[in-house]
């Protein structure tokens, strides 16, 4: 399976960007989507998951609210709204195989996108 992320770009404070997540190869394979971020000089931290069927999403608190995760049969998509300088991170998709037993944990994902990098201006 491969993940292309797209549509990151620069923003300013209150603004919206829409990332998209493109899936190739096995993607009969997948069971759910997931986004993390990595903002500068911090960790990779998990913003939202949801199955490749189109189950409840799940969020991380700073996003709830702001962020919407959708997919369609091989695209995963992240609508982010209202956004907020603290939103600057490097944005990468991810998949899982499996159903994700703790959706924020990264060794639940199998692959990963190459990530895009939203930068949101105050």
């Known amino acids: 399976v491969q993940l292309v992320e797209s549509g990151g770009g620069l923003v300013q404070a209150g603004g919206s960007l829409r990332l998209s997540c493109a899936a190739s190869?096995?993607?009969?394979?997948?069971?759910?989507f997931g986004w993390y971020r990595q903002p500068p000089g911090k960790v990779r931290e998990f913003v939202a998951s949801?199955?490749?069927?189109?189950?409840t999403p799940s969020y991380t608190d700073s996003v709830e609210g702001r962020f919407t995760i959708s997919r369609d049969t091989n695209t995963v998509y992240l609508q982010m709204n209202s956004l907020k300088p603290e939103d600057t991170a490097i944005y990468y998709c991810?998949?899982?195989?499996?159903?994700?037993?703790?959706?924020?944990?990264?060794?639940?994902?199998?692959?990963w996108g190459q990530g895009t990098l939203v930068t949101v201006s105050s």
């Open positions: 949801i199955t490749r069927a189109g189950g």
């Open positions: 190869g096995r993607t009969s394979s997948i069971y759910a």
């Open positions: 991810a998949a899982a195989q499996r159903d994700p037993q703790l959706v924020w944990a990264t060794w639940e994902y199998d692959y």
